[in-house]
């Protein structure tokens, strides 16, 4: 039975992750996501319109949420950033099944697409700026920091699409050598700066 029609967004937000995890973006409708919620189809309809744009939202929400942790710190501890990536790091992980499932619609929606771009477009800047707290300038000449943030961002993003297909990925280890490999670009600037 439906529950009374008094559910927030962000209530059928989560409906419709857990909808595109458990059912696949083939079966992601707004009837799916009124099922998982436990509500009608109209009062989906009502917050969102249309498929297209709750998933836009999603897209946007979820973004936002792996951001806010880190955008709050004063101060760049690659250690915490390092720690929070890989919370979300396995073969079972909620948040990157739900973002590659969202890059995989993407290729035929081009108002995903779109989004997602710009989304990863202000990640790239977010860590850029927070590289930037960190280093006084890039550690190795002739790679920008603006470089180092989407290459971080991109190793972070592979290091998960690596876990999600293989179950004995080695997250731990593989964390663990990149803190030392963004340590060992810090030692190179303290050298230099001496």
């Known amino acids: 039975m439906a529950k009374p029609n008094v559910i927030n967004r962000e209530d059928l937000l989560r409906s419709a ?6 059912r696949g973006i083939e079966k992601f409708t707004l ?15 009502y917050h969102f319109r249309t498929k297209e744009q709750l998933l836009l939202d999603v897209v946007q929400d979820i973004c936002k ?15 915490q950033a390092l720690e929070s990536a ?22 035929t929606n081009v108002k995903i697409r779109d989004q997602l771009g710009d989304i990863l477009f202000k990640e ?10 960190l280093w006084s300038k890039s550690p190795i000449d002739g790679v920008s920091i603006d470089t180092w943030g989407v290459l971080f961002n991109a ?3 592979g290091i998960a699409l690596q ?10 280890k593989t964390y663990t050598e990149l803190e030392q490999l963004v340590n060992g670009l810090s030692n190179l600037l303290d050298k230099e700066e001496k």
């Open 17 to 22: 992750k857990e909808c595109l995890v458990t």
């Open 31 to 45: 009837r799916a996501v009124a099922e998982i919620a436990e509500v009608t189809q109209g009062t989906v309809y």
């Open 65 to 79: 949420t792996s951001w806010n942790e880190l955008s709050e710190r004063n101060e760049f501890i690659i250690k």
């Open 86 to 107: 890989k919370s979300r790091c396995s073969y079972n992980s909620f948040f990157h099944k739900l973002l590659f499932t969202l890059i995989a619609s993407s290729f």
């Open 124 to 133: 790239n800047q977010a860590l850029s700026e927070k590289l930037e707290k």
């Open 155 to 157: 190793i972070v993003d």
């Open 163 to 172: 876990a999600l297909l293989n179950k004995d990925f080695p997250v731990e």
